[in-house]
């Protein structure tokens, strides 16, 4: 089973990537959070049970300025071994610095034009 987290803080992209991973129908578990330090402490709670994938916004409270809090929240999820050796992290984001941020930490990243304008197939190909 797929052990999957969507943070992002509005609460209809959740819905949208929710829906979308459901509509594959495969055997998925779906966790949400709705801000950066919720999805630390998401991570924090199943560090027994990590998630395999991770999806994270980059724009979300503004706390961490001047790094945003969707790059805040990656370097989190690096200082956790498991988390960093074999979660799948995926940035989707409007943000203009989404592939700068994501070739820094190593990560994948959708943007959310590209997402928002296709079908489910885009989140079975993360899958894998």
Known sequence: MSRVLIVDDVPGWVRFHQNNLEYLNEDIEIDTA???????????????????????????????????????????????????KDAKIVIISASPAISRIAEKYKVDYIPKTVVRNSDSEVYRKILG
């Open 34 to 84: 709705y801000s950066a330090r919720e999805g630390v402490a998401k991570i924090e709670a199943s560090i027994d049970n990590p998630y395999s994938v991770i999806f994270t916004d980059l724009q979300m409270e503004s706390d961490f300025l001047p790094k945003s809090a969707g790059e805040w929240f990656i370097e989190q999820i690096k200082t956790y071994k498991k988390y960093y």
